[in-house]
Nanobody, 125 residues
Framework: QVQLAESGGGLVQAGGSLRLSCRFSGDTFGFYAMGWFRQAPGKERQFVSAFSWNGDGTYYGDFVKGRFTISKDGAENTAYLQMNSLNAEDTAVYYC????WGTGTDYEGKTYEYWGQGTQVTVSS
């Protein structure tokens, strides 16, 4: 059974940075697309970033505008989301998700079979 464990959230001032981690276990990490989504109170879930299972493609939500970088460490079975130039609108619970043989282009999250528990990111203005 695949399990995902996010970490790295917290409180940061506007303009600051955070790096989120998503530790993958229970299957072969390299067979999965990994995505990051977020959900703010009263809002729908929003696509943040993802990479395809084979690493050939990386994708970002329009709002990212070069501020975030997704990456992975195959040796550690971990996906990362480096977030820079954070602003108050980035405040949300951030979730990582895994999609077996996924392309990373599912911006609605419907094909992701596994989800983490989420990590809170709060940006103070």
């Amino acid at each position: 059974q695949v399990q995902l464990a996010e970490s790295g959230g917290g409180l940061v001032q506007a303009g600051g940075s955070l790096r989120l981690s998503c530790r993958f276990s229970g299957d072969t990490f390299g067979f999965y697309a990994m995505g990051w989504f977020r959900q703010a109170p009263g809002k729908e879930r929003q696509f943040v970033s993802a990479f395809s299972w084979n690493g050939d493609g990386t994708y970002y939500g329009d709002f990212v505008k070069g501020r975030f970088t997704i990456s992975k460490d195959g040796a550690e079975n971990t996906a990362y989301l480096q977030m820079n130039s954070l602003n108050a609108e980035d405040t949300a619970v951030y979730y990582c998700a895994a999609s077996h043989w996924g392309t990373g282009t599912d911006y609605e999250g419907k094909t992701y079979e596994y989800w983490g528990q989420g990590t809170q990111v709060t940006v103070s203005s």
